[in-house]
């Protein structure tokens, strides 16, 4: 199944799913394309290395249905079939979404639907849970409100600071990724209504 990343910065999220490429493990996803909303992000530099397709579309000066429409061009000028939304800082509308019915997944650094939306884990802290974690969810037309599919918790230090929390949210998430995309690329997930299961998988 090929697939699409979108990126808007650093990519490490990226990164893994490369990396998880290079090992065998993603298949049988096939990263086709890596396309980012902001000229000149890391995670095209890393698209390229790893020998993928790396496609700039800028939002700027562009309305949404434009940009999507531009978005939705570049994916299909590589057959993609299925999404990831890698650290991609643009809400997505219908328009876009329905093109990909549960073929749309996105990591966010929070228990959804505790702190949706930026800066997931300064909400966490500044709220003052004790626990927070990784939450990978399919994309409808509600922010960060799809069907969820996978959560881990991590603990939330009493010294830590946005940048800390994240990064060991980040450490979950490099590792849950992968094999998120794995499945459902393999057609391993099934969807009843909000509900979400691993069906048919390999021994866990
Ligand atoms: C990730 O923590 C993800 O949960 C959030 O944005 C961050 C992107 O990081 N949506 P990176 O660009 O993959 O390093």
């Known amino acids: 199944m090929k697939l699409g990343v979108l ?3 650093t990519g490490t999220n990226l990164q893994a799913l490369i990396d998880a490429q290079l090992r065998g493990s993603l ?3 096939e990263l086709a394309v890596v396309v980012s909303n902001t000229p000149g992000a890391p995670a095209l530099a890393r698209a390229t290395a790893a020998n993928i397709p790396a496609v700039v579309v800028d939002h700027r000066g562009l309305d949404r249905l434009a940009f999507e429409d531009r978005l939705l061009a570049a994916l ?5 079939e299925a999404v990831v939304l890698a650290g991609f800082m643009r809400v997505l509308t219908a328009h876009f979404v329905e093109r990909f019915p549960h073929r749309i997944v996105n990591t966010h650094p929070s228990l959804l639907p505790a702190f949706p939306g ?3 884990p300064a909400q966490a802290i500044a709220h003052g849970v004790k626990l927070s974690g990784v939450t990978i969810h399919f994309v409808d037309a509600n922010l960060d409100g799809g069907p969820i599919i996978e959560q881990v918790a991590v603990a939330v230090h009493a010294d830590d600071t946005a940048a800390t929390l994240h990064a060991r949210i980040q450490h979950i998430e490099h590792q849950l990724l992968p094999e998120v995309v794995r499945r459902l690329a393999a057609g391993e997930l099934s969807c009843q209504g909000r509900v979400v299961t691993h069906v048919g998988g390999r021994a866990e």
């Open 76 to 80: 299909a000028e590589h057959a993609v």
């Open 7 to 9: 990126v808007s910065g």
């Open 118 to 120: 930026k800066d997931a």
């Open 27 to 29: 298949a049988p996803g």
